[in-house]
């Protein structure tokens, strides 16, 4: 019998809230389940936000990759952010994500 092996993918995040004008950066290792709990009100660090949009994803073989990577984008300021975004736009799940992000480039 062979066996199947599945490999877990970890990703860094990031979210946006047009209501306070701000992004959040998080890892999980289920993107999907995470943005629920953000806009489920269920966080406490974001609950102040709901709807968060999420506006960028990077995929990690490791969970110590996905949060090293957190770590350096929680230090990135908003405009850094942007600029890394638009960078990386690989990472962005639609157009209408990116064109959000490119009118935050331009304020």
């Given at each position: 019998?062979?066996?199947?092996?599945?490999?877990?993918?970890?990703?860094?995040?990031?979210?946006?809230?047009?209501?306070?004008?701000?992004?959040y950066k998080?890892?999980?290792?289920?993107?999907v389940d995470?943005?629920?709990?953000?806009?489920?009100?269920?966080?406490?660090?974001?609950?102040?936000?709901?709807?968060?949009?999420?506006?960028?994803?990077?995929?990690?073989?490791?969970?110590?990759?996905?949060?090293?990577?957190?770590?350096?984008?929680?230090?990135?300021?908003?405009?850094?952010?942007?600029?890394?975004?638009?960078?990386?736009?690989?990472?962005?799940?639609?157009?209408?994500?990116?064109?959000?992000?490119?009118?935050?480039s331009e304020?």
């Amino acid at each position: 019998m062979l066996g199947f092996y599945f490999l877990e993918m970890f990703y860094t995040y990031v979210l946006y809230s047009e209501k306070l004008n701000s992004f959040y950066k998080g890892e999980s290792g289920n993107i999907v389940d995470r943005l629920n709990r953000h806009n489920s009100g269920y966080e406490k660090a974001t609950k102040l936000g709901v709807p968060w949009i999420l506006v960028w994803k990077g995929e990690k073989p490791t969970k110590s990759e996905a949060k090293k990577l957190e770590l350096k984008l929680k230090n990135l300021s908003v405009k850094r952010t942007i600029e890394f975004i638009l960078k990386y736009n690989e990472g962005v799940p639609s157009p209408d994500e990116l064109l959000l992000i490119q009118k935050l480039s331009e304020c």
